[in-house]
């Protein structure tokens, strides 16, 4: 049962795409187990550079199965505009597979999602406006609209009412917005219907039996650890779980059935939107590695906090995940500094601590303690095995194995598909 979960081990945009496309060809089934348009991914194949922000990143590799399991949230015109431009460029997207108990994210999700952020004023989250966290509130509230009820026109329609029935009365007595028609919204939602049916299928079901035949399967998360709903810097979080046991309720498998858990982490830290950055960067270096590592949201084209790599969120990482592995990526970026900062503890109040605190106030006046490693100038991208890696490159590689409490098993040395340096396999 080769079964891998694949997920980001900081706040998200790791290269996470760039992961899973390089095991895309190696593995028989790549899931999305939550999220939704919120998450996006970049996959660059040979000159060509795809930005993915629903679909699973497996879509890109012939013979292998993507499916978007019951965990994530699915908006159909972001699912079908992204289906279009992939089949424009050349992509069979024939074989995606869509569970029929996820959740859709409706146009009344959408609209207040974008209110009450507005509302929000200076205490915002920094949501992506997309409808994501509205849904998977409706989920929790058991109102939701499910793509299986896309099947069913009078079901629709008292759950599109019953959703309404609330929602209007927000949008209306609270923030003098017009009510939404029932009836409009059922329309557009099954002009989806026949589209959304030759992919849709009983997901739990497939990947349990593909499991049982040994077919291998990867678990593809979105965001990162420290978005998790549970586990994250709370509030200012996705609303899903993107750690390790979100993959077994949102693809409907069984913990006993994954075998191997992989941390993507990237050289440096960044985050986008609001929230706790301990070794946030506000000057020119800050700068130099958001401009020399284009760090800007695949999804929302924001640019990226970006700060020093932080070893504390990483050993957090590897324990609420159980990680096995980590896929160190962004190497390059660091290429051309002399010293390179690593947080390696938090001083609090006067106190040096090691691991995460639990308590957000103590997090959130968290400075970073920091050791200073020696760096390097020559170029890396050209690197086909860990021996060929500068001196200092190799050592603040095993710096931060050392210090995240799991193995480094792969290094991207450039954004290409094939600029990696793989030493341990993943399968």
């Not at 390089?22 to 999220?35: I, M, N």
């Not at 992509?91 to 999602?113: E, F, M, Q, R, W």
């Not at 601590?353 to 020696?374: C, G, I, M, N, R």
Request: charged fraction near 20%; charge should be negative; aromatic fraction near 8%.
């Amino acid at each position: 049962m080769p079964a891998l979960v694949l997920l980001g081990a900081q706040w998200g945009d790791e290269g996470k795409g760039k992961a899973t496309d390089l095991l895309g060809g190696s593995v028989d089934y790549v899931v999305r187990y939550q999220g939704g348009n919120n998450a996006g991914h970049t996959v660059v194949v040979g000159d060509q550079k795809y930005a993915l922000h629903l679909l699973p990143s497996g879509i890109l590799s012939p013979g292998c199965t993507p499916v978007i399991g019951n965990g994530v949230v699915v908006d159909p015109s972001v699912l079908f505009s992204e289906l279009s431009g992939l089949n424009e460029r050349g992509v069979d997207t024939s074989k995606l597979l869509i569970s029929g108990n996820a959740h859709i994210i409706t146009p009344y999700n959408v609209t207040v999602d974008k209110v009450t952020e507005r509302f929000l004023g200076k205490r915002k989250i920094g949501t992506t406006g997309r409808g994501i966290g509205p849904t998977y509130a409706d989920k929790i509230n058991r109102v939701g609209i499910r793509v299986q009820d896309l099947y069913d026109e009078s079901i629709l329609t008292q759950k599109v009412e019953a959703a309404l029935d609330v929602k209007n009365q927000m949008l209306t007595k609270l923030y003098n917005r017009r009510a939404i028609a029932t009836g409009q919204v059922v329309e557009e939602l099954l002009a989806y219907a026949d589209k959304l049916a030759p992919y849709v299928a009983d997901t739990v079901l497939l990947l349990n039996q593909a499991l049982d035949d040994d077919k291998v399967v990867l678990f593809e998360g979105g965001q990162g650890t420290l978005l998790d709903i549970d586990h994250g810097t709370y509030p200012f979080v996705t609303s899903s779980n993107p750690t390790a046991g979100g993959a077994c309720t949102g693809a409907g498998v069984g913990p006993t059935k994954i075998s191997r858990v992989i941390g993507i982490l990237k050289a440096y830290t960044t985050r986008v939107g609001a929230g706790p950055f301990p070794t946030e960067l506000f000057d020119e270096d800050g700068e130099a590695l958001r401009r020399i590592g284009g760090e800007r949201g695949v999804t929302t084209g924001r640019d990226r906090r970006c700060g020093w790599f932080d070893a504390v969120i990483a050993r957090y990482a590897t324990r609420v995940n159980g990680l096995t592995d980590f896929f160190l990526t962004k190497l390059d970026v660091l290429t051309g500094w002399e010293q390179i900062p690593v947080c390696v503890a938090y001083e609090i109040d006067g106190k040096r601590v090691e691991e995460l605190p639990y308590s957000q106030t103590d997090f959130h006046h968290a400075k970073p303690v920091y050791e200073t490693l020696p760096g390097w100038s020559e170029d890396i991208t050209k690197a086909k095995s860990f021996s060929d890696l500068p001196k200092n490159a190799q050592a603040y590689v095993k710096a931060l194995e050392e210090m995240s409490g799991a193995p480094i098993s792969a290094i991207g040395v450039g954004p290409g598909r094939d600029e990696t340096i793989e030493i341990n396999s993943f399968l």
